[in-house]
T-cell receptor
Framework: KNQVEQSPQSLIILEGKNCTLQ??????????LRWYKQDTGRGPVSLTI?????NTKSNGRYTATLDADTKQSSLHITASQLSDSASYIC????????????FGTGTRLLVSP | SQTIHQWPATLVQPVGSPLSLECTVE??????LYWYRQAAGRGLQLLFY??????ISSEVPQNLSASRPQDRQFILSSKKLLLSDSGFYLC???????????FGPGTRLTVT
């Protein structure tokens, strides 16, 4: 069964600190993996997207890594800001012939002052 | 640039009442369109997707339906809402040849 599991479920960090969110998936075959940021009550916004040949991609203070062999990804946030408080969702796309995505349940991050 | 709109933003409806949520996309043509539902504490669930006018595929059997009367308009409907239909409904679009999906602002539906 195609699944995406994220950890931790929730995380609280102090402003200015770094953190790393984890994503493990069982989707096969694999096409790409993306990380989304979702503010409360809003639609998800894409942070990064990586194909199987890419093992790291950055977007400002966000850096995603991908290990296609172990089927793991991480999202590292550097020098966190209050505005980073949100849910971070890992999404994996399989080769289904259509753009169907398997969503993780997300990690809820709270950055406190 | 492309934009995606959804309305209403919030909706409170009694059980058994009908539903109509609308999504429109601007700035692109022939997009793939999607309806997702996000229940509290759960991941997004794909409900419907469409690759063109009048072409609808359903992922989950339920009392919801979708229609695409125009190229950039996607409508989610129900004849009779259930309590379990409560959730956050998201519309998304993508270009046919790329993987990126862009989400709308969402509609918070509460069925009472």
């Amino acid at each position: 069964k195609n699944q995406v599991e994220q950890s931790p479920q929730s995380l609280i960090i102090l402003e200015g600190k770094n953190c790393t969110l984890q994503c493990n998936y069982t989707v096969s075959p694999f096409s790409n993996l993306r990380w989304y940021k979702q503010d409360t009550g809003r639609g998800p916004v894409s942070l990064t997207i990586m194909t199987f040949s890419e093992n790291t991609k950055s977007n400002g203070r966000y850096t995603a890594t991908l290990d296609a062999d172990t089927k793991q990804s991480s999202l590292h946030i550097t020098a966190s800001q209050l505005s980073d408080s949100a849910s971070y969702i890992c999404v994996v796309s399989g080769l289904t012939g259509f753009q169907k995505l398997v969503f993780g349940t997300g990690t809820r991050l709270l950055v406190s002052p | 640039s492309q934009t995606i709109h959804q309305w209403p933003a919030t909706l409170v409806q009694p059980v058994g009442s009908p539903l109509s949520l609308e999504c429109t996309v601007e700035g692109t043509s022939n997009p793939n369109l999607y309806w997702y539902r996000q229940a509290a504490g759960r991941g997004l669930q794909l409900l419907f997707y469409s690759v063109g006018i009048g072409q609808i595929s359903s992922e989950v059997p339920q009392n919801l339906s979708a229609s695409r009367p125009q190229d950039r308009q996607f409508i989610l409907s129900s004849k009779k809402l259930l309590l379990s239909d409560s959730g956050f409904y998201l519309c998304a679009w993508s270009r046919g040849e790329t993987y990126e999906q862009y989400f709308g602002p969402g509609t918070r539906l509460t069925v009472t």
